[in-house]
T-cell receptor
């Protein structure tokens, strides 16, 4: 009963380094998304995907890339890490989105990233 | 300007007290979700309200959706230390789920 699995749990990067945060779900959800959480700012949407092969930008996409080659996986790539990207990153999935569905989002336990 | 404003930002109370937290917007929504997040974990859905004026109860938690579907409240009766966490409201916006900044609740024993 894994749900949404994120790896790694913690990561420290130097400015300019690149890395990929992994996210996998085993619930056959079509919709997947990445949020970042910063104190006092709630959860802000970075990128999302409504199905394999389809991705779109959220509220704060700059500096991040995503791809969705399978239904299960939705990796988030940091191209050139900056201190402003220090945050906790959450991956979340659901069956679908849209007001007619009201699907709950299922979240992973997050990746805490520090960029020095 | 945030789509959803949550208040208060932080609340610290003694075990056994009652409390209410609020989620407000100037926009109308067809539904609203409440999540709770505990330290080191991702948010977990508590409830979805879909009808103006709707009241839903989950044990000691009572959720209300405003008549105009612009706001919602969460009332906790006789708070317990296990209620400690971050309470987030969220609404559908296009095909995205948008969150408020949350209310941090600390219940002291």
């Amino acid at each position: 009963n894994a749900g949404v699995t994120q790896t790694p749990k913690f990561q420290v990067l130097k400015t300019g380094q690149s890395m990929t945060l992994q996210c996998a779900q085993d619930m056959n959800h079509e919709y997947m998304s990445w949020y970042r959480q910063d104190p006092g700012m709630g959860l802000r949407l970075i990128h999302y995907s409504v199905g394999a092969g389809i991705t779109d930008q959220g509220e704060v996409p700059n500096g991040y890339n995503v791809s969705r080659s399978t239904t299960e996986d939705f990796p988030l790539r940091l191209l050139s890490a900056a201190p402003s990207q220090t945050s906790v990153y959450f991956c979340a999935s659901s069956y679908s989105r849209g007001t007619e569905y009201n699907s709950p989002l299922h979240f992973g336990n997050g990746t805490r990233l520090t960029v020095t | 300007t945030q789509l959803l404003e949550q208040s208060p930002q932080f609340l610290s109370i003694q075990e056994g007290e009652n409390l209410t937290v609020y989620c407000n917007s100037s926009s109308v929504f067809s539904s609203l979700q409440w999540y709770r997040q505990e330290p080191g974990e991702g948010p977990v859905l508590l409830v979805t309200v879909v009808t103006g004026g709707e009241v839903k109860k989950l044990k000691r938690l009572t959720f209300q959706f405003g008549d105009a579907r612009k706001d919602s409240s969460l009332h906790i009766t006789a708070a317990q230390p296990g209620d400690t966490g971050l309470y987030l409201c969220a609404v559908e916006y296009g095909n995205k789920l948008v969150f408020g900044a949350g209310t941090i609740l600390r219940v002291k024993s």
